[in-house]
């Protein structure tokens, strides 16, 4: 037999502002994306500086409309919708029956009975598919509406966007928190502007018509030559979340792995009602995860990567899910998941590099916090 060809790689509404910048564009979650444009490591060191700016347009967003909106949301989620605020925004994850993650993702209530649903590219047909087989299943007044192909995602981060961001704007920055968002304008264009990112810096996410992106990409890159702006791409965000010890879907998260076993229990609500996955997550929650995920520093000249052996003792107990060379701490880090007798911060473990072990320590997630004011 022929093996069907493969589909052709999407693109963003950006993608011909990438090609012009001469970004070296590569294959993500079936779409062509930048991976930098000309040092990840100098693109990283910008974030953290300065301010870059990132097109995540790849990104899912659905919308949850209806009465019923939350209630169905609160059902379909492990988190618990109802106790945001209308313009406040939410971590979670979509579990499947057995506890297992389907995706994690924001929810951000614009509404009363209207929320927006943030999924990785990756996972938009899976979490489309949950949604919908629990409201086929279920009798909620709600509905679901895939804006992904509609909208474009545009994201400067780091310390200088809050500065950059506010002569664009009409939304007050000063009273948008964390995990906040409010309907504006930037540049003149109608935009969600919300404060969230996956860098560990300050940043926004502003979201707005697909059509309108490479306008909104311009004003911003032009505002923010002044603030020391530079494009990003999918190398340096890797990095960035990284050091902030924030999970990526595919390395730290999948279908065979529970909120708990990646030190994210405290997002499961166990005590809104029932939800998808209640049941098996509360028995984690009671007799402990199989697995835990640390974070690892190098002690030897090695740098982990996904996959790698984890061993303590001389003896297999894990295995390396992400790692890379820190360009802020200067140090080879790693997360992996690991037997949880093993874990403990300042234990002894080593990391197989071509059939070599390679003596690591065990530190405190994240590597990296940043200050705040």
Not at 34 to 63: C, K, N
Not at 315 to 323: D, H, I, N, P, Q
Request: aromatic letters at 6%; charged letters at 25%.
């Amino acid at each position: 037999m022929t093996e069907a060809p493969a589909a052709p790689l999407r693109r963003t509404p950006l993608h011909d502002v990438h090609v012009g910048l001469g970004a070296r564009m590569v294959p993500f979650a079936g779409y062509e994306m930048p991976v930098q444009y000309d040092s990840i490591i100098d693109e990283h060191r910008t974030v953290r500086s300065a301010v870059g700016l990132f097109d995540l347009s790849h990104m899912g967003e659905i919308e949850v409309l209806g009465d019923e909106a939350v209630d169905f949301l609160r059902h379909a989620l492990v988190s618990d919708p109802a106790a945001l605020d209308v313009g406040q925004a939410q971590y979670s994850m979509a579990c499947a029956a057995d506890g297992g993650i389907v995706d994690d993702l924001i929810v951000y209530r614009l509404g009363h009975r209207r929320l927006l649903v943030v999924c990785n590219a990756s996972n938009r047909a899976a979490v489309m598919d949950h949604l919908a087989a629990l409201l086929e299943r279920g009798d909620f007044g709600a509905e679901i509406d895939d804006r992904s192909d509609v909208t474009a995602l545009v994201a400067p981060q780091g310390p200088a966007a809050a500065s950059l961001l506010a002569g664009l704007t009409d939304v007050d920055l000063d009273t948008l928190g964390n995990y906040r968002a409010a309907e504006g304008t930037v540049a003149g264009i109608d935009c969600l502007v919300a404060r969230t990112g996956y860098t560990g810096e300050d940043g926004f996410e502003l979201f707005c018509d697909a059509g309108r992106a490479p306008e909104v990409w311009a004003t911003v890159a032009a505002a923010g030559e002044a603030h020391g702006l530079r494009p990003c791409g999918l190398g340096a965000r890797d990095t960035l979340r990284l050091e902030a010890g924030m999970p990526l879907y595919g390395n730290e998260l999948d279908r065979d792995t529970n909120p708990f076993e990646v030190n994210l229990g405290r997002v499961v609500k166990l005590d809104k009602g029932d939800f998808v996955g209640r049941a098996p997550l509360q028995a984690v929650q009671r007799d402990g995860p199989r697995r835990k995920l640390i974070g690892l520093q190098m002690v030897d000249n090695a740098i982990p990567r996904s996959g790698y052996e984890v061993r303590a003792g001389g003896r297999a107990v894990g295995s390396v899910t992400s790692g890379t060379l820190s360009p802020t701490l200067g140090t080879k880090i790693a997360m992996a998941k690991v037997d949880p007798e093993t874990a403990g911060v300042g234990n002894a473990f080593e990391v197989v590099v071509r059939d070599r072990p390679y003596r690591a320590e065990q530190v405190k997630l994240p590597f990296y916090r940043r200050q705040r004011d």
